[in-house]
């Protein structure tokens, strides 16, 4: 199972990225989809987690400002940030599990990370 991660950058206080996470060897339907990151110096937290047809939660950081959507077809995920802040700067990774809990050694696969910056 591979996820390629893609879309990060920096971008302007207020401003919008969209990243994207390729994965092959697993199907993103079957299995739970989330997209984590990891602040400089801090740990790794959950940004949101979907399990297709079952939920969809976001942490409270980015409710309202982020979207996570997904094609199956292409079996990718996407995550739309919209009004970023420079708390939002970290690395961001696609990961897949079969548990849709926020704990992150509970998740069997990780892309590599993007990295987002966002300045003021």
């Known amino acids: 199972v591979q996820l390629q991660a893609s879309g990060g950058g920096l971008v302007q206080a207020g401003g919008s990225l969209r990243l994207s996470c390729a994965a092959s060897?697993?199907?993103?339907?079957?299995?739970?989809m989330g997209w984590f990151r990891q602040a400089p110096g801090k740990e790794r937290v959950f940004v949101v987690i979907s399990r297709l047809g079952a939920y969809l939660h976001y942490a409270d950081s980015v409710k309202g400002r982020f979207t996570f959507s997904r094609d199956s077809a292409k079996n990718m995920v996407y995550l739309e940030m919209n009004s970023l802040k420079p708390d939002d700067t970290a690395v961001y990774y696609c990961?897949?599990?079969?548990?849709?809990?926020?704990?992150?050694?509970?998740?069997?696969?990780w892309g590599q990370g993007t990295l987002v910056t966002v300045s003021s």
């Open positions: 060897g697993r199907s993103i339907d079957d299995y739970v």
């Open positions: 990961a897949s599990g079969s548990l849709g809990v926020t704990d992150t050694k509970a998740w069997d696969y």
